[in-house]
């Protein structure tokens, strides 16, 4: 299982991104996963609910926005997103699609903090 080292690396990520941001929680962590990515998206909500365990994370919203295959289709001159990854034929022109647009990412989208304004009142 793979991505409990991915969800490793981003929990490891975010951590280091929020010694700018003293005292902040956070709230929700977005990512965008291609659907070549070949991730399971219930393995990474598991793993990143234990990998975030006694973390800053503690608590947060994993959110994974998982993004469609785009390929460029020369024949038709545009680029064309696959309906699935049974084949790999321009929908429009049934043409052999290679030219990969997007569909293999795996990266940190956002991530969204609640900063603690408390602040000593004199």
């Known amino acids: 299982m793979h991505e409990l080292s991915i969800i490793s690396s ?7 991104s ?6 902040a ?15 399971v998206e219930d393995s990474l909500q598991f793993c ?8 800053p994370l503690a608590g947060s919203k994993l959110v994974v926005n998982v993004l469609p295959v785009v390929m460029h289709c020369e024949p038709c001159g545009q680029d064309v997103t696959l309906p699935s990854l049974q084949s790999f034929r321009c929908p429009q022109c049934g043409e052999f699609v290679a030219d990969l647009r997007q569909g293999r990412e795996l990266e940190i989208e956002a991530i969204e903090i609640e900063e603690n304004h408390d602040h000593a009142h004199c």
């Open 10 to 16: 981003i929990v490891e990520s975010v951590t280091e």
């Open 18 to 23: 929020l010694a700018a941001y003293p005292g």
């Open 48 to 55: 990143y609910q234990i990998a975030t365990e006694d973390t």
């Open 25 to 39: 929680q956070v709230i929700e962590v977005r990512l965008r996963v291609g659907a070549l990515a070949s991730v």
